[in-house]
């Protein structure tokens, strides 16, 4: 995909949900080095990328990233890399490694069966700050 940033990882999240926009919020303010960009997997940048590598929209309804000509991570995989390239306070996350991916995997999809419920949801995607629209990918 020629469109997408070479250097930059892609955080593919529910343009919906406010759990998952209150995430993206820490991980813009968190990621001092610049490395990600966002996606929401509604858009159709985002159907796009989820077709190109292979993930069915219909099974995964919550977070990926995305490395481009690398790898792609999904649900507690995702967040767990997400952390450790974050670092600080959130690098604690990767101590959950240890866990087989299945059993982190029942966990996040406890959490994220629930989010709507338990967090709300939003009529559409968020519209970024002038500041941050910069770090969306359309």
Request: proline letters at 4%; aromatic letters at 12%; a neutral charge.
């Amino acid at each position: 995909m020629e469109k997408l940033p070479k250097d930059k990882k892609i955080i593919l999240f529910d343009g919906v949900c406010n759990l998952c926009d209150a995430t993206v919020q820490k991980v813009i303010k968190a990621d001092k080095n610049d490395t990600f960009r966002f996606v929401a997997l509604q858009s159709d940048l985002g159907k796009e990328i989820l077709n190109y590598i292979g993930v069915d929209p219909e099974k995964t309804d919550s977070i990926i990233l995305y490395e481009p000509g690398i790898a792609y991570h999904i649900k507690a995989g995702a967040a767990i890399e997400i952390a450790r390239t974050i670092g600080g306070i959130y690098s604690l996350l990767v101590l959950f490694s240890v866990f087989p991916d299945w059993l982190k995997d029942i966990g996040y999809d406890f959490v994220a069966r629930n989010r709507y419920k338990w967090f709300g949801k939003k009529e559409s995607c968020m519209i970024p700050s002038p500041e941050i629209k910069a770090k969306f990918l359309e």
